[in-house]
């Protein structure tokens, strides 16, 4: 099973939920993966005891303009639907950080003055913890794409652990790495906050995935704090509220030590054990 770990926002506890849950259900037995796909930013490994295994690195496909041939026709800028090539009187400029490798600009030129070469974007790196492997996508500083380094690490995930549930631990938003993250999941869990700030993006990322077409379902974390109209649009949308959270400072105690919750804390441990239920059952919505 593949199951993606999401939110509308940042901070509602996407990370907090995917390390724990995974390292539950590691205790329980089974075989599971836990991958860190917030490459930007990522923190899993912050609430886990880890010891490196593998490193690979990660590169995308862009062209470099070999002017011998050139003949400045212009046609591969105008066939870059990113904007990632400008055709000047004298020259061809590149912008990788624009490029989507999609070979348009190789395929299309006349003269084969465009060759499309491996660049690095990012590492891939996995760890030994306690009882479950766990993989971490991390893209290198000034690389403005996350998508290319989150399809690598899902492919990764698959191709290496494809016994495994893998949980994924998106990116936070709604935007293209969010979609990169969810689209070849089983099952979506949204996190989400009692506030008007999660409720707002909640309905976002609600939006996204029913566009995705994905089943999905809501956590609602910091629960008892007041608020309860994220409970209510839950309720008027039909989509099914898998556990809530209370609100307790002990929580957010350990997690600013890094250390993992359900060990120590009975009512989160509990909200797990109603995630691993549902997930057994897919009560879920699209």
């Known amino acids: 099973m593949k199951l993606t770990i999401a939110s509308g926002k940042g901070g509602t506890g996407k990370t907090t939920i995917s390390t724990n849950l995974t390292s539950l259900i590691a205790d329980m037995g089974k075989n599971i993966v836990l991958t860190d796909l917030d490459v930007e930013e990522p923190n899993s490994a912050l609430f886990l005891q880890t010891k490196l295994s593998n490193t690979k690195i990660s590169n995308k496909i862009v062209p470099t303009w070999e002017s011998n041939d050139c003949t400045l026709c212009g046609k591969c800028a105008k066939n870059c639907n990113f904007n990632a090539i400008v055709a000047m009187p004298n020259e061809i400029l590149i912008f990788p950080e624009l490029c989507h490798s999609c070979y348009a600009c190789s395929e299309l030129c006349p003269t084969n003055s465009l060759l499309m ?40 995930t698959k ?10 631990d ?12 969810s689209r070849g999941s089983d099952f979506v869990i949204l996190v989400t906050e009692s506030t008007p700030f999660g409720l707002n ?12 077409d994905k089943n999905f379902g809501v956590i609602i974390n910091r629960y008892g704090i007041g608020e309860i109209s994220v409970e209510e649009y839950c309720l008027k949308e039909n989509i099914p509220i898998i556990t809530k959270v209370k609100n307790d400072k002990n929580i957010a105690k350990l997690y600013s ?9 009975d ?14 059952d897919i009560k879920c919505v699209k």
């Open 117 to 156: 070469k491996p660049t690095r974007i990012g590492e891939i790196k996995e760890f030994e913890t306690k009882n479950f492997p766990f993989i971490e996508g991390r893209l290198d500083l000034g690389q403005e794409m996350a998508v290319p380094l989150i399809s690598q690490s899902i492919r990764y």
């Open 159 to 168: 191709e290496k652990y494809k016994n495994h549930i893998m949980i994924f």
């Open 170 to 181: 998106a990116p936070p938003g709604t935007s293209c790495p969010v979609i990169e993250a």
């Open 201 to 212: 993006d909640l309905k976002l990322a609600v939006e996204t995935m029913r566009v995705l």
């Open 257 to 265: 030590k890094g250390e993992l919750i359900y060990k120590q804390i």
């Open 267 to 280: 009512h989160f441990k509990n909200s797990l054990d109603e995630i691993i239920t549902f997930i057994g």
